[in-house]
């Protein structure tokens, strides 16, 4: 009954948007939060992993902090049938595919899917491409609601924006037709232009080559970096992408993202184990800011304290949750700082607008030493009117650590090892008083100035002024900056609805 209505809102709202363009699917107005198996698992996929999975998303908290999607990437399929129909590899999926996404719907949770826009999937399975209209009627009957789409073996159909966008268009409109609302999750690794034309069809779409569990090492197989960073020309962008080439790839075009389509910078590291704490902390605030979809990428069953605490930290999650829905951009990059053995080492600052007037501010520090960054107001606020000439500029800030209220390791421990159940979970959370968005959303709780969303006040900034701090070496600070007088009801933006 649910799912027929819910289908027959995405039909009406198909209509009334006068289109059938994903973007208008009424879907992901925030980041979809979730997680993949790919960046920990790749292959080794079966049912038991996505039902475990699914249930530890319950039990360890992390459905009740807002992750929903359980995505199933590559190695599900297993050829075709006489009709043509995909089939499940039923090795994998012993009940086959519906079952699995009912048990996992059971909990609550969403199911997403993978396929390619090519003869093959990157692993070498059955791809989607001729076979659009049929594959996305096998997607809709296993009650699938979110898909990511990949570029492997597109037999040439690519090389230009216009190949490219008409192969990820064939199946967009295909699910439309489907009737059930899907999220359409492009994975193309940013080429043939992508940025500018995903959002006509499509709820993300990725930016880069496959990303790795490094911060800062450069590969030669994440090619199209810096140097060209939004070329067509692009050969291959590949695997092997860090944190930080991923950063400098997107800064250019960082603003693309919209609610309804944003920019995807590949599944999460954290808890992989490649990365520091500090790292990875970096990595989370960066995704978030940017409103990357936040796809856990680690294994749940070996998932650590630290990292859970990192995954499960309301204030960023805020930050990407934002109902404004705009991406930080970068407002300030230094490169005459210590370098590492790669010749790495640079740093930056990212700001962005954030709803009833606050501004995220992050200070990256991917230099090879620890360093005291200054952040100015002219710079933060460059974009509304340089030279200081933004009103923002000429106002007097309280600072926000984003990252002062993260929840204790004991805490977390607890949910890893005594948690068995949603209400195991939400009682936890609520003994520690976590956030729980099953409670109050993430809106709700900035429109009620909720103090676990908006952070611990640490700090000032005087109209015209700068924020200094130290940021140790291959990490961010990340705050929420409040209008000091802002709070007596002066604002300069709105939530949406409001405007
Ligand atoms: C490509 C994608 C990855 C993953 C693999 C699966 O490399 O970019 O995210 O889906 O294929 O084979």
Known sequence: MWKTAQSSIFILLSLAAGTSRAVN??????????????????????????????SRLVS???????????????????????????????????????????????????????????HMTCARGEGSLDHEAEDARSFAEFSVDYLKYDNCYSKGRAGSAQTTFARYETMAQALNETGRPIVYSLCNWGEDFVMSWGVSIANSWRISGDIYDSFSRPDDRCSCTENDP??????????????????????????????????????????????????????????????????????????????????????????????????????????????????????????????????????????????????????????????????????????????????????ASELLQKSTSREDAARILKGTNHYNVSSLSYKKGLEKLDKRLLGTEVDEIAARGALKVMVKRHTAKVFRLRPKLGVAGKRYSLFKDEL
């Open 60 to 118: 360890f908290g992390l459905m009740d902090v807002g992750y929903q999607y359980t995505v199933l990437d590559d190695c599900w399929s297993d050829g075709r049938d006489e009709n043509g129909r995909i089939k499940v590899d039923l090795k994998r999926f012993p009940d086959g595919m519906t079952a699995v996404s009912a048990r996992i719907h059971d909990h609550g949770l969403l199911f997403g899917m993978y396929s390619s826009a090519g």
């Open 230 to 411: 939004s070329s067509p020309w692009c050969v291959s962008p590949g695997a092997h992408c860090s944190v930080l080439t991923i950063l400098n790839k997107i800064a250019p075009y960082a603003d693309r993202g919209q609610p309804g389509g944003w920019q995807d910078l590949d599944a999460l590291e954290i808890g992989l184990g490649g990365m520091t704490d500090e790292e990875y902390i970096a990595h989370f605030s960066l995704w978030a800011a940017l409103k990357s979809p936040l796809l856990i990428g680690a294994d749940l069953r070996k998932l650590s304290p630290e990292a859970l605490t990192i995954l499960n930290n309301p204030a960023i999650l805020a930050i990407s949750q934002d109902p404004l829905g705009v991406p930080a951009t970068r407002v300030e990059r230094n490169t005459s700082v210590p370098k590492d053995r790669y010749g790495i080492g640079e740093t930056h600052i990212w700001s962005g607008p954030l709803a009833g007037g606050d501004q995220v501010l992050i200070l990256l520090n991917a230099a090879n030493t620890d360093l005291e960054m200054v952040a100015y107001l002219e710079d933060i606020f460059a974009g509304q009117g340089p030279s200081c000439s933004a009103p923002q500029c000429n106002e007097d800030w309280l600072v926000h650590d984003l990252w002062a209220q993260r929840m204790d390791n004991n805490v």
């Open 25 to 54: 699917n009424g879907l992901a107005r925030t980041p979809p939060l979730g997680w993949n198996n790919w960046n920990s698992l790749g292959c080794d996929v079966s049912a038991d992993l996505l039902l475990d999975t699914a």
